[in-house]
């Protein structure tokens, strides 16, 4: 165990393999999530028939699929629609590269960071690998030949383009405040301030989660793939594991953009007050408890949103993002870069 | 196996730098637009890996993130509403040109070969040492670049801008199609 190839190599690879491992889990399971908590929303039921109250249904979900006829289109792109999943699937795996869940920890006298690498640009690495995941979208919507996934593939792109902007530069207003790009020292920078980014943020905040929102294509921003003119929008001729492709990769990056929503402005892995003495007990949950159930509470809002909201018209849409969102952050950039300079000198 | 972990950088750089000439050569070639842009994102990728390498991370993201990530999306964006289906294959246009681009890329290469050898007799060592160089204390190349673009650069900085919002202001110009209708007096087409 303590051969230094060993501890180079193995250890990297036994993480990369437990975190692809709980992330698919979570993913499978996040859909479970979503429609129960819909269901409950609807006053339905909602899946109850595999397992014990339901409990397996992500499972036999995931054989389903698996098994299922992989259609291809006569008149499809063949190239480009088999590249497409794994354009869009590639780029929400391999953010998780950077992204730190925890503190470090020692295990049988190793010394384990959680995280694979703490990459001094890790929140560029994130925003600039997820912007890779559009193509899957887009090219998948115009290999298919279908009207329907081209529309749904251009509307994608306008949207996520347009929402990219404001994204950036309501992170920009956290990377003023840490002084920072590394999402490890984000998280220090708001224990040493002893706050959570969130209350000189509480803008940015908004900004971010609304264009984090549009990012994954959910609702009420979910035009890509308006079922009720566009029939499933970019996906409508996928199916089997390139349909679960695409599935899971959306919830996967909903998990992204919540992770990095709890590291950028709510603290990371840190409890409430880190500073606070007095709340000295709440450290007897560990780091990776805090961090998850602040990462499931956004999916749950994520989910909330869909039960609640009816979706936007492209032109509102459009709107949003550049004549709202886009002049608000800049304005808050401005803001943030001058309160900084005020209390830092 | 130890000439692979002795050499890694190199293995690495070459496989990473032929991916990205063979992406080049794929986008001059391949007679599907959609195929060419999508050669040409793997030439962005692959340079950023080059950048990588050259430990100039902050590059390697910025490249990704507005070359692959925003400028190549638009260009799919148009290339996809365009049908190609009835459209002929213009074979004259590229023939005529090829020994000027052969030309041009020779030339081009062994500007950048001076370039580098010159680089390296005036401070000695070249790449991420020199990079490191430009700032004295600085932790870490997002801060070099931010450092040297907004001191000793600052000008010329400022005046890329301005060309660039010369640029788009032109292309908005030449994409309105009823610029004369719009004109007061001017008659709106219904």
Redesign the interface.
């Known amino acids: 165990m303590t051969d230094p190839l060993m501890l180079s190599l193995g250890i990297p690879l036994i993480k990369g393999v437990v975190i692809l491992g709980v992330l698919l889990l979570t993913v499978a399971y996040l859909t479970f999530a979503e429609r129960k908590i819909l269901a409950y929303m609807q006053v339905r039921i909602g899946p109850n028939r595999v397992g014990p109250k339901g409990w397996l249904q992500p499972i036999a979900d995931g054989l389903k699929l698996f098994v299922k006829e992989d259609l291809i289109p006569g008149s499809a792109?063949r190239?480009?629609f088999m590249?497409a999943p794994i354009l869009i699937f590639a780029p929400a795996i391999l953010v998780w590269a950077v992204i730190p869940w925890g503190e470090p920890f020692s295990l049988a006298g190793v010394e384990i960071t959680p995280f694979l690498a703490d990459?001094?640009?890790a929140l560029?690495?994130v925003?600039?690998?997820s912007?890779?995941g559009?193509?899957g979208i887009?090219?998948g919507g115009?290999a298919s030949n279908n009207k329907f996934s081209?529309m749904g593939?251009?509307r994608s792109?306008?949207q996520?383009?347009s929402y990219?902007v404001p994204m950036g530069f309501a992170v920009v207003a956290v990377v003023l405040m840490a002084g920072t790009?590394s999402l490890v020292g984000i998280v220090e920078a708001q224990r040493a301030a002893g706050l959570w980014f969130i209350v000189p943020g509480i803008l940015a905040f908004g900004i971010y989660f609304i264009c984090g929102v549009a990012e994954t294509n959910r609702n009420p921003f979910d035009l890509p793939e308006a079922e009720a003119e566009l029939v499933a929008g970019f996906h409508t001729e996928y199916s089997g594991m390139k349909f679960a492709f695409f599935y899971l990769a959306e919830y996967a990056n909903m998990l992204v953009v919540s992770s990095l929503a709890v590291i950028l402005f709510f603290g990371g892995w840190l409890r409430p007050f880190p500073n606070l003495e007095i709340l000295g007990f709440l450290d007897l949950i560990p780091p990776f408890f805090w961090y998850a159930a602040k990462v499931l509470a956004f999916i749950f809002v994520y989910i909330w949103f869909r039960g609640t909201f009816p979706r936007y018209r492209f032109d509102q849409l459009m709107q949003i993002g550049w004549k709202w969102l886009l002049p608000l952050s800049l304005a808050n950039v401005m803001l943030v870069a001058l309160g900084v300079l005020l209390v830092k000198g | 196996m130890d000439f692979l972990i002795a050499n890694f950088e190199a293995v690495l750089f070459y496989t990473v730098a032929l991916a990205a000439v063979a992406g080049g050569i794929g986008v001059v070639t391949l007679k599907h637009p959609?195929?060419a842009a999508?050669a040409l994102?793997e030439t962005f990728?692959m340079v950023a890996v080059l950048f990588v390498l050259r430990h100039a991370?902050?590059l390697a993201?910025?490249q990704?993130?507005v070359y692959?990530?925003?400028i190549m999306?638009?260009y799919?964006?148009a290339i996809?509403?365009v049908r190609f289906k009835g459209m002929r294959p213009d074979e004259v246009f590229l023939s005529g040109i090829a020994p000027l681009a052969i030309l041009g890329g020779v030339l081009l290469g062994s500007f950048v070969a001076i370039g580098i050898l010159l680089g390296t007799m005036a401070t000695g060592e070249g790449g991420a040492a020199a990079m490191r160089a430009v700032g004295d204390e600085l932790p870490?190349n997002?801060e070099a670049v931010g450092w040297v673009l907004y001191t000793t650069y600052l000008v010329p900085f400022e005046v890329v801008s301005v060309v660039l919002l010369v640029a788009m202001i032109g292309a908005i110009i030449f994409g309105r199609r009823d610029a004369e209708l719009s004109k007061p007096g001017g008659e709106v087409k219904p």
């Open positions: 792109e190239f480009v590249l990459v001094n640009i560029l690495f925003i600039a690998v912007s890779i559009i193509y887009i090219l115009w081209l593939g251009l792109a306008a996520l383009v990219e790009l | 959609v195929h999508l994102l990728v991370e902050f993201a910025v990704v993130l692959a990530g925003g999306v638009l799919l964006f996809m509403l870490g997002t």
